[in-house]
């Protein structure tokens, strides 16, 4: 039986020749997701402005009644709330922003949550309130420039790293990769204000992780083809390398994407923004790792002769 191959052997597609026109798209989507960050900013979520999180068990039921739970609570005027399960099924956190002026008057997020929970108790017999816990916006300020200095040092070390494995192109290549793909998943929350809170931290930290996976691979295959073809015009062995790895972008990209978009249209609402944020991500990696890493070494010059041909390998002749 023969195997289905998403992409033909021995493809021979030339993406570097649309370098200039992909480049300056992705210049004006970089440009426009920081003026919209600068602008509009972001939908900063209870994590990082502050809130109030209710913890409630239902005894007598095996699972909590989350869907109409969050209706009734967003009825009350606190805006929409975040309603989790965690331990058991009949288990729930319910996380809101603390009210306007609660940094001055703490009575009235006492009172928040006095409304919140006498309204659980009236509706549900069996519900039990089993902790109240509040989070001030100065803590979440500081939560959320820690997780922004996350992100910036990952994606140093990362291309730290690649400068070593690799050459000083390579790392400055990666970076403008890391920083393309970042930009342009933080442009999709400005834009559609989507709430920004640390799930969707770490999905840009899968992001990143991900975007070095699939730089690497390109990089590797060009790094041996150097190697092999020292004569051979760069732009041409850059097209090589990525068709030679393009059958195996394609075939991860699209495994992950058909899960990801699964869970985009079947998950709970809580993840929505977690799968969006990866959606996104999984589409500009593999297009920076064709259309940002490797025109990188073209511009930055990579002199094919600093790498020492391997044993066996096929010098081209002049």
């Known amino acids: 039986m023969r195997l289905l191959k998403l992409v033909p052997d021995n493809t021979n597609l030339h993406f570097l020749k649309w370098q200039w026109p992909t480049t300056i798209i992705s210049v ?24 109030q999180m209710i913890r409630v ?19 009350l005027g606190y805006g929409e709330p975040i309603i989790q399960t965690f331990g058991k099924p009949n288990e729930i956190s319910i996380r809101l922003r603390l009210p306007e002026g609660s940094d001055k008057d703490a009575a009235l997020a006492d009172a928040m949550a006095k409304k919140i929970t006498a309204n659980i108790k009236q509706n549900y017999a069996d519900a039990r309130v089993d902790g ?41 290549g990666a970076l403008v990769s890391l920083v393309h793909d970042v930009s342009l998943v933080l442009g999709l929350f400005a834009v559609t204000q989507m709430e920004f809170d640390l799930t969707i931290v770490a999905a840009i930290l899968t992001v990143i992780g991900y975007s070095l996976n699939d730089t690497i691979v390109v990089y590797d295959r060009i790094r041996e083809n150097l190697k092999k073809f020292r004569k051979m015009p760069l732009e041409e062995l850059l097209d090589l390398s990525v068709n030679e790895t393009l059958a195996r972008t394609v075939v991860t ?56 041909p391997g044993e066996g390998s096929k010098d081209e002749a002049p």
């Open 132 to 172: 109240v816990d509040s989070v001030s916006g100065k803590v979440s300020k500081e939560l959320g420039w820690t997780a922004f200095k996350a992100l910036g040092f990952a994606s140093l070390a990362i291309s730290i790293f690649i400068w070593y494995r690799f050459e000083w192109q390579f790392g400055v």
């Open 57 to 75: 068990t239902f005894t007598q039921s095996a699972t909590a009644p989350v869907a109409q739970l969050r209706g009734e609570v967003e009825t």
């Open 253 to 308: 990209s699209g495994t992950m994407l058909i899960t990801l978009i699964a869970l985009l249209l079947l998950g709970p609402k809580v993840i929505f923004g977690f799968s969006a944020a990866l959606i996104l991500g999984i589409f500009v990696c593999t297009y920076s790792s064709i259309y940002a890493a490797a025109p990188m070494l073209i511009w930055l010059k990579v002199n094919p002769t600093s790498f020492v």
């Open 28 to 51: 004006l989507l970089m440009l426009g997701s920081w003026t919209l960050m600068f602008t509009h900013g972001l939908n900063m979520g209870v994590d990082f402005v502050g809130g």
